[in-house]
């Protein structure tokens, strides 16, 4: 097993609400620093490789990692499943030893969660969990500094960069976001990040596809402790009622393909159009986002292309929340 101390990033209900956002405000302060002040890192992983061991296809989260570790002057070495035995060929506890062996970080896009477990468990370097079937926690790091954009942008200057002079504990608290979709990876990584912050969250899923029991009831736990709202409903109208923000997902997941007929019957009625947001009740000015990549089903062009969708400043967001994560691992060896 691995030596004691080291730090990973697999899922956020290993992190406390300090910690997620001291990694908030470090993308912030990222942000801010490339784009608005031109400034450079100072190259602190010169010398330093991040293996980015991929088994499903990826355009955001890898092009976000290879960016960011250019930026900190590292070198960004990517590992496809062609290119590697991940999991085929040689075990997974072998693989994470070998490769742990030569490089200073991992970050790996799985299948099922257990396999980034199995990597974390006997890696000697910090391994980063960058999609499971589980949770997918870089993607909620990037909706939570988009919101906080959002919302602490309005009414002043959304053209100015302000986001870095508050900190998101004063702009994220007492959000109402719905969910409207499938119970994922995305589900659970809000469902596992949400209640800490007091984020309230209106959950709508096509009965067959609600979230993991055990994921509710942590997030229930969390809830309990910070006076958050979680609510449950398989109606896309009642979750998004007095919502500030409505979020969704693709119905088809990578390796879902052969389950799309049925998926697009059950999900019927689960299209985030604006008649749907307002017979259900979403407060006049909520905000759309989307992890991407996006299909035609879950969302209206309407709304996808609308001033109410951020979704394309999410994607940006990736960069900045996934360099916060490497820097905090690599660099300063900590949240
Ligand atoms: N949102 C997301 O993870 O996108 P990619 O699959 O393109 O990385």
């Given at each position: 097993?691995?030596p004691?101390?080291?730090?990973?990033?697999?899922?956020?209900?290993?992190?406390?609400?300090?910690?997620?956002?001291?990694?908030?405000?470090?993308?912030?302060?990222?942000?801010?620093?490339?784009?608005?002040?031109?400034?450079?890192?100072?190259?602190?992983?010169?010398?330093?490789?991040?293996?980015?061991?991929?088994?499903?296809?990826?355009?955001?989260?890898?092009?976000?990692?290879e960016?960011a570790?250019?930026?900190?002057?590292?070198?960004?070495?990517?590992?496809?499943s062609?290119?590697?035995?991940?999991?085929?060929?040689?075990?997974?506890?072998?693989?994470s030893?070998?490769?742990?062996s030569?490089?200073?970080?991992?970050?790996?896009?799985?299948?099922?969660?257990?396999?980034?477990?199995?990597?974390?468990?006997y890696?000697?370097?910090?391994?980063?969990?960058a999609?499971?079937d589980?949770?997918?926690?870089?993607?909620?790091?990037?909706?939570?500094?988009?919101?906080?954009?959002?919302?602490?942008?309005?009414?002043?200057?959304?053209?100015?960069?302000?986001?870095?002079?508050?900190?998101?504990?004063?702009t994220?608290?007492?959000?109402r976001?719905?969910?409207v979709?499938?119970?994922?990876?995305?589900l659970?990584s809000?469902?596992a990040?949400?209640?800490?912050?007091?984020?309230?969250?209106n959950?709508?899923?096509?009965?067959?596809?609600?979230?993991?029991?055990?994921?509710?009831?942590?997030?229930?736990?969390?809830a309990?402790?910070?006076?958050?709202?979680?609510?449950?409903?398989?109606?896309?109208?009642?979750?998004?009622k007095?919502?500030d923000?409505?979020?969704?997902?693709?119905?088809?997941?990578?390796?879902?393909?052969?389950?799309k007929?049925?998926r697009?019957?059950?999900?019927?009625?689960?299209?985030?159009?604006s008649?749907?947001?307002?017979?259900?009740?979403?407060?006049?000015d909520?905000?759309?986002?989307?992890?991407?990549?996006?299909?035609?089903?879950e969302?209206?062009?309407e709304?996808f292309?609308?001033?109410?969708?951020?979704?394309?400043?999410?994607?940006?967001?990736?960069?900045?929340?996934?360099?916060?994560?490497?820097?905090?691992l690599?660099?300063k060896k900590?949240?």
């Amino acid at each position: 097993p691995a030596p004691p101390g080291i730090p990973h990033y697999l899922t956020h209900a290993d992190l406390s609400a300090k910690e997620i956002y001291n990694l908030l405000t470090l993308a912030i302060q990222h942000k801010h620093n490339v784009k608005y002040l031109n400034k450079s890192s100072g190259a602190p992983l010169a010398g330093k490789t991040l293996a980015i061991m991929f088994s499903k296809r990826s355009t955001r989260t890898r092009v976000a990692t290879e960016s960011a570790v250019a930026y900190l002057g590292g070198q960004p070495m990517f590992l496809g499943s062609q290119d590697i035995q991940l999991g085929v060929n040689e075990s997974l506890l072998d693989t994470s030893k070998v490769v742990s062996s030569m490089v200073d970080g991992i970050m790996a896009r799985v299948g099922s969660h257990s396999d980034i477990e199995t990597l974390a468990k006997y890696s000697t370097v910090p391994v980063i969990n960058a999609l499971s079937d589980k949770y997918h926690p870089t993607q909620i790091l990037a909706d939570l500094m988009t919101l906080h954009e959002i919302y602490v942008s309005q009414p002043s200057s959304p053209s100015s960069y302000v986001a870095h002079q508050t900190h998101p504990s004063k702009t994220l608290p007492g959000l109402r976001v719905a969910w409207v979709g499938d119970g994922n990876n995305i589900l659970h990584s809000m469902l596992a990040t949400f209640p800490k912050l007091g984020v309230h969250l209106n959950v709508a899923t096509p009965r067959g596809y609600e979230p993991s029991e055990e994921i509710v009831r942590y997030a229930q736990t969390e809830a309990g402790k910070t006076n958050t709202e979680l609510k449950f409903s398989f109606d896309p109208k009642d979750a998004v009622k007095d919502a500030d923000v409505i979020v969704t997902d693709t119905w088809i997941s990578m390796g879902q393909e052969s389950e799309k007929a049925q998926r697009i019957k059950d999900f019927t009625g689960y299209r985030v159009t604006s008649q749907m947001a307002k017979e259900g009740g979403a407060k006049s000015d909520w905000k759309f986002l989307h992890c991407l990549p996006r299909k035609q089903e879950e969302v209206s062009d309407e709304v996808f292309y609308s001033p109410r969708s951020f979704v394309f400043q999410e994607a940006e967001n990736r960069k900045w929340t996934i360099l916060a994560v490497i820097d905090a691992l690599l660099v300063k060896k900590g949240f």
